[in-house]
C-alpha cells in the first residue's frame, strides 16, 4: 500500500489565487513528520514545510501553509497568493520514526503534483 | 549556507560503462542519500548511509553500488551502465536519525541518458 497519495498529477491556478494540494499518508506510527517539497524545472528539491505528528498548530512558513487533518490522515499544502514562479512540482514526503515497523526514518515521497501559476 | 553538490548536471554514458555520480554536501550532515527520480514514479531511494563507511540498502538498490570514504562524500556506482537507468538522480544529506524533523537537503541532479 502506498504510504503517500498526491492524487492530483497536475493543476492549475490564476495568479494571485490560493491553491491547496493534497496529500494524505498512511502510518500506524505515532511519531511521525510530514514534508513537502517543490521541485523547479531546474530539477532541484526545496524543502518548504515540516509538520510533526505531535504539533498542535498547523505548520506555516511565509505564504506556504500546512492543513494537517490528523484524523483523517492528511496534510495538505496550500499555497496563498500564487506567483508565477511557484510553478513546479510539488513533494509530499513523510519520515516514521527509527525503529518502528522496521522503518528506516527514511523519507517516503508521493509521485508529486505539477503546479502551472497562469499569468 | 548548506551546501549539496553533484559532479554532472548531465552525463551520457553508453551501456556496459562504469558510472560514478559524486555527491559533496558541507553541511558535516552524518546522513547522505542517493535517489532515482523518474517521471510518474516520484523519487525512489537507491542508498543511504548513517556515517562513513556505513551503507544501507533502500527501496531500489539492483544495479547499483556506494562508496562513502569520508563523511562530506558519497559516491553512486553502476557497475554496468544499462539503458533501464536512464533517470535523474539526486543526492540529498540530513542531520541527524533520531526524530522526525530532519529535513533532507538536496542536490541539483544529475541527468544520466545511457545509449
Known amino acids: 500500500a502506498q504510504k503517500i497519495t498526491q492524487t492530483q498529477p497536475g493543476m492549475f491556478v490564476q495568479e494571485k489565487e490560493a491553491v491547496t494540494l493534497d496529500c494524505t499518508y498512511d502510518t500506524s506510527d505515532p511519531s511521525y513528520g510530514l514534508f513537502w517539497y517543490k521541485q523547479p524545472s531546474s530539477g532541484e528539491m526545496i524543502f518548504l514545510i515540516y509538520q510533526g505528528s505531535y504539533d498542535q498548530q498547523n505548520a506555516t512558513e511565509g505564504r506556504y501553509s500546512l492543513n494537517f487533518q490528523k484524523a483523517r490522515k492528511s496534510a495538505n499544502l496550500v499555497i496563498s497568493a500564487s506567483q508565477l514562479g511557484d510553478s513546479a512540482m510539488y513533494f509530499c514526503?513523510?519520515?516514521?520514526?527509527?525503529?518502528?515497523?522496521?522503518?528506516?526514518?527514511?523519507?517516503?515521497f508521493g509521485k508529486g503534483t505539477k503546479l502551472s501559476v497562469k499569468p | 549556507d548548506v551546501k549539496v553538490t553533484q559532479s554532472s548536471r548531465y552525463l551520457v554514458k553508453r551501456t556496459g560503462e562504469k558510472v560514478f555520480l559524486e555527491c559533496v554536501q558541507d553541511m558535516d550532515h552524518e546522513n547522505m542519500f542517493w535517489y532515482r527520480q523518474d517521471p510518474g514514479l516520484g523519487l525512489r531511494l537507491i542508498y543511504f548511509s548513517y556515517d562513513v563507511k556505513m551503507k544501507e540498502k533502500g527501496d531500489i538498490p539492483e544495479g547499483y553500488s556506494v562508496s562513502r570514504e569520508k563523511k562530506e562524500r558519497f559516491s553512486l556506482i553502476l557497475e554496468s551502465a544499462s539503458t533501464n537507468q536512464t533517470s535523474m538522480y539526486l543526492c540529498?544529506?540530513?542531520?541527524?536519525?533520531?526524530?522526525?524533523?530532519?529535513?533532507?537537503?538536496f542536490g541539483p541532479g544529475t541527468r544520466l541518458t545511457v545509449t
Open positions: 540529498a544529506s540530513s542531520l541527524g536519525t533520531s526524530g522526525t524533523h530532519y529535513e533532507q537537503y
Open positions: 514526503a513523510m519520515r516514521e520514526a527509527p525503529g518502528y515497523g522496521g522503518s528506516q526514518g527514511n523519507l517516503i
